[in-house]
C-alpha cells in the first residue's frame, strides 16, 4: 500500500536491444521476398505494394505483423483496382527508364542537362508513386485514386515530405543496380519500410488520409 503523498516510480520502458532489431530486418526482408513473387506477373504489382504496404501500416501503429489470411484478403481485394494501376505505373516507369538509357548513352541530343532533368522528373514521380503506396498502405491496402490524391495533397503541403521519398526510391533503385540480384527483394522491404518512416515523420493528419 502507497503512503499518501507518495507515487511510485513509473514502469521503465521496455528497451530495445540487437535482438528486435535482427527480428524486425528479417521480417522487412521476409516481406521483400514475399512482395517481389507477388509482383512477378507485372500486372500484380500494384496489390502486392498495396498489401505489402498494409502490412507495414499494421506492423508500425499496431506493433505486429497481420496474419497470412489478411494479407492474402487485401492482395485479391486489390487485385480489380490494382491492375489498371499497375499498368499505368509499368507504363510510366518504362518510358521513363528508356527516356534514362538513350540519355546516358548519347543516343538521344540533350547531353548532361537534359540527363539531370529526367532524373529529377523521375524522382519526383517516384516519391510521389512512393507517398501514394504509404496512403493506401492506410486503408487496409484500397482506393488508389484516394491515396494518389492524398499524396498529392501531401506533396504539395510538404514539398520536403516528397522530396525524402523521392530520394528514398533513388537510393533503392541505385543500390538495386549495385547490389547483386537475390538481395534486390530485400530492398523492396527496407524501401516499403523507409517509406513509411519518412511519412511519419510529421504527425499523421499531415499526411491526408484518403
Known amino acids: 500500500m502507497t503512503a499518501v503523498g507518495v507515487t511510485e516510480p513509473a514502469e521503465a520502458p521496455l528497451r530495445r536491444d540487437w535482438r528486435d532489431t535482427l ?9 521483400g521476398f514475399a512482395l517481389t513473387l507477388a509482383a512477378l506477373p507485372v500486372l500484380t504489382v500494384a496489390p502486392a505494394l498495396a498489401a505489402a504496404s498494409a ?3 499494421d506492423r508500425l501503429t499496431l506493433g505486429g505483423w497481420p496474419d497470412l489470411r489478411t494479407t492474402l484478403a487485401r492482395f485479391g481485394r486489390g487485385l480489380p483496382a490494382g491492375l489498371a494501376a499497375s499498368a499505368v505505373g509499368v507504363a510510366v516507369a518504362g518510358a521513363l527508364g528508356v527516356d534514362l538509357v538513350a540519355l546516358a548513352t548519347g543516343r538521344v541530343p540533350g547531353g548532361g542537362v537534359a540527363l539531370a532533368g529526367t532524373a529529377v522528373v523521375t524522382a519526383a514521380l517516384a516519391g510521389y508513386a512512393g507517398l501514394t503506396v504509404v496512403a493506401v498502405g492506410r486503408t487496409g491496402g484500397r482506393g488508389w485514386r484516394d491515396a494518389a490524391r492524398a499524396a498529392a495533397r501531401t506533396g504539395l503541403a510538404r514539398p520536403g515530405t516528397w ?6 526510391c533513388a537510393v533503392a533503385a541505385l543500390l538495386g543496380i549495385l547490389v547483386t540480384p537475390v538481395a534486390v527483394p530485400i530492398l523492396a522491404g527496407y524501401a516499403l519500410a523507409a517509406l513509411h518512416a519518412v511519412a511519419a515523420r510529421r504527425p499523421a493528419a499531415r499526411m491526408e488520409a484518403p
Open 23 to 31: 527480428r524486425d530486418a528479417t521480417d522487412l526482408a521476409l516481406l
Open 55 to 57: 502490412a507495414v501500416h
Open 163 to 168: 522530396a525524402a521519398a523521392g530520394g528514398v
